[in-house]
């Protein structure tokens, strides 16, 4: 069972980050090796051999997860109930990689999809599988990478970010299937939570199997990593014994990275000869110009000393070295360790706030509950030792449970009800973050304007008269170039004022944004917002004088290794500069959103489909525009999306001079979609300029 890292880390699209980075199942058999496992060598002393460690971690028997499914369930995931064992694997596949390719892409929908591709791998898997006993090895490699993908404790937990996007993937199924009924999608839920719980046993039973079976089938040494990090929180020595064994079998194959591996096993077992000693092979084995193996040697560094300090302070007695050993034990996830010093701690010294935020911080760490993180704080209010890291704790628990998990169970209230609702909760946070200012703390700042405008907008939000609300809206650029001038420094007042640049109508005040520069530190995590700032403010006042230095901009953050996202906007941009008068040729242009399309995820990115439509319909291939404007149709994640595309469509059909009865049904039904203002009023310009004439259409 694996414990989560590094909470601080984790961005909003948290369950598919953490389930991406898996490589392909290796091999292309099904055979079983049935061979004997390599003789042991003298160094392979004191580390357990295969069939221990099959014996040591087997549970015995168990219920694969979607085996014996209703028939409603089985339907809402699409795969059969049996088969040839090998259509069925070889589906499983191709449903794995779709998995793969859209955890690539962005867009909860696409995750959200992935997620259901992951689910009917591993449908079709397990019926591939049969007992796994005798299962044929294939089929036990691909069921350990996705059973290892789902032991994450933390996913089992509904109070916190992830119960949101496992409750979307539910309703996905449930729209598949046949569930006629409100307790028909709690049933699934709790299907879905409780599956999620027993992976772990899954896991170690699919690897048990495989030692078994197959143990010189070449993913063993990866499987074994893998399993190393599974078990650690239940027996710490078997942990750092599998890893070994797995050093063992790559022999002189083994990286640094994988002795870091081991190091950091070792470190957070608190067994410090054997971390140094790894560490040391790695740093021997290491290119001196890999950039990324220096960071993971750095990091190891670290934990050798948190590992030393927990050592050290074993016998400690006073707050100060007990609140030390405490943090060194959450840095090497010993948060049990941790969260016992923490509350002995907090019953001793009531009113001091750092063995409270330590309690809330572990149950990030461990379970990523945000809702209990905040009844934490919100129970204990200490009155000692309010420091920046108290405060920037209290408020960003605070408003992520408010936001995830009060806000959604006052969906039905009227809006003075939610608001009376959230009042406590809000004059904390005001008081908080006074607090945090008084330390002068930026990012103080940087919350007390983001505060104030949310209380400023609120009751112009639902006034009749909106002129008020737009007003405030078209006055945040001054007033967020004010706050970048308090705290030159920050990276999120600089965002604030690309995203108030967007919203001005000061065409001159809003295009000078192109040329203000962010802060030094935090230039390359800012490159990809400023880029995107750049072309929509270029696109919308058809500023052709800024189209070279928006191209500066955007090509400063292409790259090979980019997100497709990032790419597909990279080739906007340069499409854009063409029709603003910059160079570009349609026919290159065209080559490139080609070769993103046939990258992984290409085929389902729905913004990436419209766009190529649109260039393919500028050369005069209507027909070929339309076919992929029905691909990205049906991908489309919502009405407005769809509703786009359908005016791309008649716009590209009236300007090949169709213009007859259907296209001008069609256009009046956009004139009154509820999706969006936006489709309402393009279908409106659309059949004004079609009406007038050729050149107008043109």
């Known amino acids: 069972m694996r414990r989560l890292r590094w909470v601080e880390r984790v961005p909003s699209r948290l369950l598919l980050v953490l389930l991406a980075g898996c490589r392909p199942v290796e091999g292309a058999g099904g055979a079983r090796s049935g061979g004997p496992e390599p003789v042991a060598s003298s160094e392979d002393e004191g580390i357990p051999s295969l069939e221990e460690i099959a014996d040591a971690i087997d549970p015995g028997p168990r219920a694969a997860l979607t085996v014996g499914l209703p028939s409603w369930l089985a339907a809402g995931l699409a795969v059969p109930r049996g088969g040839d064992p090998a259509a069925l694997l070889a589906e499983a596949r191709r449903r794995y990689e779709g998995w793969q390719a859209r955890s690539q892409q962005g867009g909860d929908a696409a995750q959200l999809e992935g997620l259901v591709e992951l689910a009917r791998a591993l449908a079709l898997a397990e019926r591939a599988a049969g007992d796994l006993q005798h299962a044929p090895v294939e089929a036990l490699v691909l069921l350990e990478r996705v059973y290892d993908l789902l032991d994450v404790p933390a996913l089992a937990n ?42 772990d046993e899954l896991h170690r039973r699919t690897v048990a199997a495989l030692l078994r079976d197959a143990p010189e089938h070449p993913s063993i040494p990866d499987v074994l990593s893998r399993t190393a990090e599974s078990v650690h929180a239940q027996d710490e020595a078997l942990a750092v014994g599998i890893m070994r064994r797995s050093l063992a079998m790559r022999g002189e194959a083994a990286t640094a990275a994988h002795w870091l591996d081991l190091a950091s096993l070792c470190y957070r077992s608190l067994e410090l000869r054997c971390g140094n000693e790894a560490r040391a092979r790695a740093e021997a084995l290491a290119p001196a110009d890999d950039e990324k193996l220096a960071e993971r040697l750095h990091r190891s560094l670290e934990q050798a000393k948190h590992a030393n300090a927990v050592v050290e302070l074993q016998d400690a007695a006073g707050l100060e070295d007990r609140l030390d050993q405490a943090r060194a034990l959450m840095e090497l996830q010993r948060n049990a360790d941790a969260r016992e010093i923490y509350e002995q701690l907090h019953r001793l010294h009531p009113e001091d706030a750092r063995p409270v935020a330590g309690l809330a911080r572990v149950m990030l760490l461990e379970r990523l509950d945000f809702v209990a993180a905040f009844e934490i704080i919100d129970r204990a209010r200490p009155r000692e030792h309010l420091d920046r ?17 009060v806000l959604p169970q006052l969906a039905d209230e009227d809006p003075d009800a939610i608001f009376d609702a959230l009042r406590p909760a809000l004059v904390q946070m005001d008081a908080d973050i006074s607090g945090l200012e008084e330390l002068g703390a930026d990012e103080g700042k940087v919350l007390r304007y983001i505060y104030d405008l949310g209380i400023d907008a609120w009751p112009k939000s639902r006034a009749e008269d909106q002129q008020p609300l737009l007003q405030l809206t078209r006055a945040q650029l001054t007033r967020t170039r004010a706050l970048l001038e308090q705290v030159p420094a920050s990276r999120h007042a600089y965002t604030l004022v690309l995203a108030a640049s967007e919203f001005s109508a000061d065409r001159e005040q809003a295009l000078a944004v192109l040329d203000l520069a962010p802060p030094a530190e935090h230039a390359e995590a800012v490159a990809l917002r400023r880029a995107q700032a750049a072309l929509d403010l270029v696109v919308s006042w058809d500023a052709r004088e800024h189209a070279a230095r928006m191209l500066e901009l955007v090509d400063a953050i292409d790259g090979p290794d980019r997100p497709l996202a990032t790419r597909r906007l990279v080739v906007d941009a340069h499409v854009v500069a063409r029709r603003l008068g910059q160079p570009g040729e349609l026919p290159r242009l065209e080559a490139r959103y ?21 260039l393919v319909a500028e050369q005069g291939r209507t027909r070929e525009a339309l076919e992929l404007w029905k691909g990205a149709e049906a991908v489309a994640e919502d009405n407005v999306q769809r509703d786009m595309i359908a005016l791309n469509v008649l716009g590209a059909r009236i300007a090949a001079g169709v213009f007859g009865a259907a296209e001008r049904e069609r256009l009046a039904e956009l004139e009154q979609s509820p999706a969006a203002v936006e489709v ?11 009406s007038s004439g050729a050149e107008a259409r043109k």
């Open 594 to 614: 080609r070769e993103l399309l046939a990258t992984p995820g290409g085929e389902r990115d729905v913004v990436l489909l419209n766009n190529l439509a649109a």
């Open 158 to 199: 509904d109070r916190n970010l992830f119960s949101q996007m496992i409750q979307g993937f539910v309703q996905i199924i449930a729209e598949g299937g046949d569930a006629s009924s409100s307790a028909m999608l709690d049933d699934l839920a709790k299907l879905v939570f409780e599956g999620v719980q027993r992976a």
């Open 389 to 405: 890291e108290w405060y920037e704790l209290a408020i960003g628990v605070r408003a992520t449970a408010l936001l995830y998990h």
């Open 680 to 690: 309402r009023l393009l279908a409106r310009a659309w059949r004004v300029a079609a």
